[in-house]
Nanobody
């Protein structure tokens, strides 16, 4: 069983920054592919960013490329999402997700992840 706990959400003005953290339980965190997804009101959950088990490969949605950075610290069992130049359209609940199946490819679809956090609200005001 893997537990994921997100933190770092909040209210920020457009152009500002936030850093989300996701702390994971489990002794094999370093073998998990990790991802961040978000769900805006009235919309489907969408992929934001993903990172390979080693941190050597990262993937981003086009809408956040160049503004968001995903990283991980396997010694701390934590994955991060640094969000810069935030826009009102980034407002959503952000979810951390883990793929513990041993698959090496970073998935971009929700069904490719088997553990989820409870989510953290990010609100960007204009």
């Amino acid at each position: 069983q893997v537990q994921l706990v997100e933190s770092g959400g909040g209210l920020v003005q457009a152009g500002g920054s936030l850093r989300l953290s996701c702390a994971a339980s489990g002794r094999t965190f370093s073998s998990y592919v990790m991802g961040w997804f978000r769900r805006a009101p009235g919309k489907e959950r969408e992929f934001v960013a993903g990172i390979s088990w080693s941190g050597g490969s990262t993937y981003y949605a086009d809408s956040v490329k160049g503004r968001f950075t995903i990283s991980r610290d396997n010694a701390k069992n934590t994955v991060y999402l640094q969000m810069n130049s935030l826009k009102p359209e980034d407002t959503a609940v952000y979810y951390c997700a883990a793929d513990s199946t041993g698959r090496r490819r970073v998935g971009v679809r929700p069904f490719e992840y088997d553990y989820w956090g409870q989510g953290t609200q990010v609100t960007v005001s204009s």
